[in-house]
């Protein structure tokens, strides 16, 4: 068989490498002359003036000021300009959809949420339709954010793969085009990213999972998932379906059943917890609420609860005991409704895998709480803003 011709650099490969050169030092090391520029990245006085000229031009660097170096005139000061663009994340969930604008630098410029109007609607349908009208109002004048949003990022509790929300039980979505779609309405680039994921970036961003080298964020919310971050990156594996723990299989007789909107393991905990959100007048099949309902009887007392609460996360231990031996994470940071039973819930969980496993990774409590999905898929949106930007 005939090997492929090699390829070869063109002009414009070159200079985008050169682009994204002289933003990454400025990003992590600015404010620099372009003397200090020139030195750190190896090119050319000349390729540094032309190209620092046009992102001077495109907004993409400013000046900040200037510092004399020697004897002559005193140089200019260059910075990476994260305030001259922004992105909006979104966060959806059952209910509502929560909208951020954030600049290229990470700080928070606007906020607004959005309650989907469900009732004798089309839920899925409805959930779409308050998502494109929130994207809009982000999009509109009225936030008083004057900086261009350049990108959107979207969290969603699902499969996502290549922008399509593959299954998203909780939402009533299935095989939806989502990036699309938005991208339509708005004729931005999209970035769509599974709920577990967006927390596992965000705590690892800035949260709990900062420096971890292999992390996993463990996120109960209707059902459960992991995000994982291996090799400090995020793992989503093939068709980026990892991490989703939930339809790990309890035991042999599981061969006796099929699992399609709910795996096994989010069936043994429903069964579970769902009783006592019933009792509090809760209805539907979301684990984490009944969670919590579970544990606010356990502080009461509720014998019967205790020995929920203890088969609940024997459940979860045993999702965990897989989870770590395949994995062998540093650390693993409890998100979601664990939340508010954090420091409890790493004790019962430490104290199972003790013993049982080669490695108990550290169990952490979320330093984000229910930031942490929109923080990850911001950041992760950045990341996509800023390579935008570079091969402009």
Same mark, same amino acid.
């Given at each position: 068989m005939k090997r492929p011709a090699p390829r070869t650099a063109t002009t414009r490969h070159v200079t985008q490498i050169n682009r994204t050169a002289i933003l990454d030092v400025l990003r992590e090391h600015g404010p620099l002359s372009r003397r200090d520029i020139q030195q750190r990245t190896g090119l050319g006085s000349a390729t540094i003036e032309r190209l620092c000229s046009a992102l001077m031009e495109e907004g993409a660097v400013e000046a900040a000021g200037q510092v004399r170096q020697s004897v002559g005139r005193p140089s200019t000061l260059l910075r990476f300009a994260s305030s001259a663009r922004a992105i909006m994340a979104v966060d959806v969930t059952e209910y509502t959809a929560r909208g951020r604008l954030v600049d290229l630098g990470g700080s928070t410029l606007y906020e607004?949420?959005?309650?989907?109007? =469900?009732?004798?609607?089309?839920? %899925?349908?409805?959930r779409?339709? %308050?998502?494109?009208?929130?994207?809009?109002?982000?999009?509109?004048?009225?936030?008083?954010?004057?900086? !261009?949003?350049?990108?959107? %990022?979207?969290?969603? !509790?699902?499969?996502?793969?290549?922008?399509?929300?593959?299954?998203?039980?909780?939402?009533? *979505?299935?095989?939806?085009?989502?990036?699309?779609?938005?991208?339509?309405?708005?004729?931005?680039?999209?970035?769509?990213?599974?709920?577990?994921?967006?927390?596992?970036?965000?705590? *690892?961003?800035?949260?709990?999972?900062?420096?971890?080298?292999?992390?996993?964020? =463990?996120?109960?919310?209707?059902?459960?998932?992991? %995000?994982?971050?291996?090799?400090?990156?995020?793992?989503?594996?093939?068709?980026?379906?990892?991490?989703?723990?939930?339809?790990? =299989?309890?035991?042999?007789? @599981?061969?006796?059943?099929?699992?399609?909107?709910?795996?096994?393991?989010? @069936?043994? =905990?429903?069964?579970?917890v769902l009783p006592f959100a019933a009792r509090e007048g809760l209805h539907g099949k979301r684990i984490g609420p009944a969670f919590r309902a579970m544990m606010a009887r356990c502080r009461a007392g509720d014998s019967e609860a205790e020995q929920a609460r203890d088969e609940f996360f024997d459940s979860i231990a045993l999702a965990l005991v897989a989870t770590s031996v395949v994995l062998s994470p540093q650390v693993i940071v409890l998100a979601g409704a664990f939340a508010q039973y954090s420091e409890e819930s790493a004790e019962q969980l430490t104290r199972r895998l003790v013993g049982r496993i080669p490695w108990v990774p550290r169990i952490a409590v979320s330093d984000l709480g229910f930031d942490a999905a929109i923080t990850g898929v911001s950041a992760l949106t950045i990341e996509h803003a800023r390579s935008a930007t570079y091969l402009a």
């Open positions: 607004e949420s959005h309650t989907f109007a =469900l009732e004798g609607q089309d839920a %899925g349908a409805a779409i339709d %308050g998502l494109l009208g929130l994207v809009d109002r982000l999009a509109s004048p009225e936030t008083g954010v004057t900086a !261009p949003i350049v990108a959107v %990022g979207i969290t969603v !509790p699902g499969i996502v793969h290549e922008g399509v929300v593959t299954k998203a039980v909780e939402l009533d *979505w299935q095989e939806v085009p989502l990036a699309d779609i938005v991208s339509a309405r708005s004729g931005l680039p999209i970035l769509v990213e599974n709920d577990a994921n967006a927390t596992a970036y965000g705590e *690892w961003h800035s949260g709990a999972l900062a420096n971890a080298h292999s992390a996993v964020a =463990l996120v109960l919310g209707a059902r459960l998932g992991a %995000g994982i971050i291996n090799e400090a990156r995020l793992h989503r594996g093939h068709r980026s379906a990892a991490g989703e723990i939930g339809f790990l =299989l309890t035991s042999s007789a @599981s061969f006796s059943r099929y699992f399609t909107e709910q795996g096994d393991v989010d @069936s043994t =905990l429903a069964a579970q």
